[in-house]
Every structure is written in structure tokens, then in C-alpha cells.
């Protein structure tokens, strides 16, 4: 084990009202964490103002974007781990490493080993709006240099991406996704944001038509809460590993290696509202 360093961020480029910044990070790393701290004049932000600044948050490798979501989106899904990661002001904490897991070597499964493993350029995108008052953004990096027992580098295995769309929807009853890739990874779980609360009061997943989930709104609340987590306000989450261990997702790949043919969502809608709709794989760099 090796110990966790914080240390402040130096590269953090052309931030400004209606700008997009740049924070390059040395890939030389492991990474466990990033902290970003964003003020106005000065003052960390509220939870209004953070949700209204910062627009879009957008993680690459090699110039390839891995995680793309608003602040919001953000907060709400880290909330949804429970109340260690609710809101503070002005703090907009990203992770790799997962500390709500069970485990240290859950936790430490998901981290970003990017130290040797052909990852040349790691920058984080922050989109601030237009008419914000002096706004400024710094952070953290939480990261190690570990080696595995035998003194070699550990191999970049698997991380938690995101992929967000938005959903239309054009009527009540059973709206069905057809087109969700199948290649990015292993499916962990999906975070529909509604357009207004209980818009969606159902989901079923199924894999080659192999049902693999099936809950109502208050069922998948209900397990969810009895896993320690905390379901948020118009936000129907369904999560594949909710029982905290990183393994415990839904797999896109055939016992021979090849990715499955079909992967069907279906989403009961009680109000015909269009949603957006991240969804968490694990798997290698995209």
C-alpha cells in the first residue's frame, strides 16, 4: 500500500464566464481523486450557484472523453452514495477510486493507474457559464505511485466511464432503447435525471433477452436504501452493483469473449416527460 498524496493543482488554464477551462494532469500517477474548488469573488459557491456555474465537466484520456456530466448531475450522483459525499459549497469532487465500496481492494479497483500504461495526456474540461462573477477554480489531485508485491507497475484495468444522452419521449406506457452500445464496458448502473419527479415508474433491462432487472420506482428505492444508499429527488436510479462490490455488474461480453448482441432498456412512463440519462460502465479507457 502506498500512501495517498493530496496535492494542489498547478495547471489549470482559461478559466473565465463563458469559458471552458483546462486542468492537464501528469499521467505519471495513480489516481484516486480530483477536489476541485470552485469560488466566486473570492467565496465558495452554493449549491444553486455551483448547479448554475459550472455548466459541463469533461475527463479525457489521451484527448478521448471518458466522463462527461454538469455539476448538478454530478452532485446528484454522488450524493446518491450517501451522506459522506453530500453537497458542500463550492466542492465538486470527482472519484476514481470509490470509497463507498466494502472493501480497500474494492475501493482501490476502480483507480486510475495510469503510471506506464500508455496514457500520454490526462486533462480535465470545466464549461463555466456566461455572467458569472469572477470566478475562479482550483483543486486537489489525490494519487499514489504503487507497485504490486513483485515491484512492477500496476496494469490499467478497469474504470468507471459514463456515457449521458438524452431520452424523448413521446407518450406514456413503455418507452424502449434499442441502441445502447454494448462496447464501452460492463454496465454498473444508469442515473435518470427527470424532467419533474415519478415521470418514470418503472425499468427493466434484459440481455439477449435474458431479463436482468426489473423494478418499480419504489422497489429500486427501497433496495437502494437498504444498501445504504440514498435515492435523490426525480432521479430514478438503477444500479446493477448495488450490493458494493465492484465485480457485481451487468456483463456485455459472451462466455467466448464477444460483446452481446442485444441489450434492451425499457422505461415505464408515467408522464410523458423526456429525461437525460447517464449511465456507468466499467471497462478500459474509451
Partial sequence: MAYRRRVPIQNITGVGAGQTASIDLPPSRRYHGVMLHYTESGTPTTLANTDAAIEEIEILLNARTQRKFSAAELRVMNAYHGAPFAFQNGLLPIYFSEPWRRTPGDEDFLAWALEGNGIESFQI???VAAGRTAPALAGRAIFDNARMPDGKLYPLGRIMTTRRRNIDVSGTGARTLLDMPRN???LAALHCFENTANDISA???SVEQNEAYNLTRAQANAYLTAAGKVPQTAVF?????????AADVLPMRKANGNFVDELQIE????VANNFTMIAEFHGGPL
Wanted: net charge neutral.
Fill in 125 to 127: 474540461r470545466v464549461k
Fill in 184 to 186: 464501452l464496458g460492463d
Fill in 203 to 205: 425499468l427493466r433491462i
Fill in 237 to 245: 436510479h438503477a444500479a446493477m452493483d448495488d450490493t458494493g462490490r
Fill in 267 to 270: 422505461f415505464d412512463m408515467a
